[in-house]
């Protein structure tokens, strides 16, 4: 109990003096308003109240406090925000710090569809750091302290043939790498990556449909993650490709269900907005034991 005593001692210490400090300017700032005897007495008032936040006396400070407060009310109106004021400015304050935080540091992203299964799941939620590549400069795609990602990095970005849409797949190639893709062999720089069989693996697409996919481990520098292969799917083998400078080829786990790079072509530095970290939620809830999951 000892304990809890001093700890709201020294919060009601800690807001008094904080009260104080915003009184005693404001009374400053305004004294013109008001008599030699006023200010004569608030100010003697002030410093009773900074002598009790200097005892150890909770119940004292509590009264010489509301003393102050109510002198100041009674004498300084003007000091005194109304309710409407004090919570627009609040709801202002928040409001700026949450849309700072999305263009700048997180963002949330919701997965549409099955193209990064079982990575990824429809209807998993992840918290995208944008920070990761470097920070967005305003009115621009120019980024401060740019920062390429990593080959199996998993990041989102703005759909290239649709700006619009965001996409979510895995970086592969890197600018300078040369990629080809035949069949299920993806080889960066005439070299496959290791990929070894790991049973099937089966799930509904988000049309309800069942998938029955081989499922195989691929590791791609020290990342390690599965992906899918459906049986009797024809591939279009992809043609050697050199990634361009400042851009990037990515791919879905989920092979043979994936719009990417193989489609679209590649992905320029400039669309990508930031790396996807966490599944901060996940519906139905048969998926909630995702929640946590830290994605690599």
Avoid at 118 to 136: A, E, S
């Amino acid at each position: 109990m000892e304990f809890f005593r001093q700890y709201n001692a020294r919060k009601q210490r800690g807001v008094a003096r904080r009260w104080l400090k915003i009184a005693r300017r404001d009374l400053e700032r305004h004294r013109e308003r008001y008599s030699a005897a006023e200010r004569e007495d608030l100010a003697r008032r002030f410093a009773a109240l900074e002598a009790t936040m200097r005892g150890d006396d909770p119940e004292r400070l509590a009264g010489e406090w509301a003393e102050c407060r109510r002198r100041v009310d009674r004498r300084l109106p003007f000091y005194r925000v109304s309710w409407v004021r004090e919570n627009v400015e609040t709801i202002v304050v928040a409001l700026a710090l949450a849309l700072f935080i999305r263009a700048y540091i997180v963002q949330t992203f919701k997965i549409p569809s099955g193209s990064m299964i079982p990575t990824l799941l429809v209807g998993d939620q992840l918290v995208v750091n944008k920070f990761t590549y470097g920070v967005k400069l305003p009115f621009g795609d120019r980024r401060f302290g740019e920062r390429l990602p990593h080959r199996g990095d998993i990041v989102v970005f703005r759909g290239v043939d649709d700006p619009s849409r965001d996409l979510i797949k895995r970086v592969i190639g890197l600018p300078g790498d040369v990629i080809e893709v035949h069949g299920t062999d993806v080889l960066v720089n005439g070299e496959a990556l290791p990929h070894a069989p790991d049973g099937n693996y089966s799930y509904p697409d988000q049309f309800g449909r069942n998938h029955v996919a081989m499922k195989e481990i691929e590791t791609i520098g020290p990342v390690k993650h599965v992906v899918l292969f459906e049986p009797g799917m024809y591939r279009v083998d992809a043609m050697v490709r050199r990634v361009p400078d400042d851009d990037l080829f990515c791919m879905g786990d989920n092979r043979d269900h994936s719009a990417d790079s193989r489609v679209f072509g590649f992905v320029p530095m400039k669309n990508v907005k930031g790396k996807a970290m966490i599944i901060h939620f996940s519906w139905p809830p048969t998926q909630w034991n995702r929640i946590g999951t830290i994605l690599r």
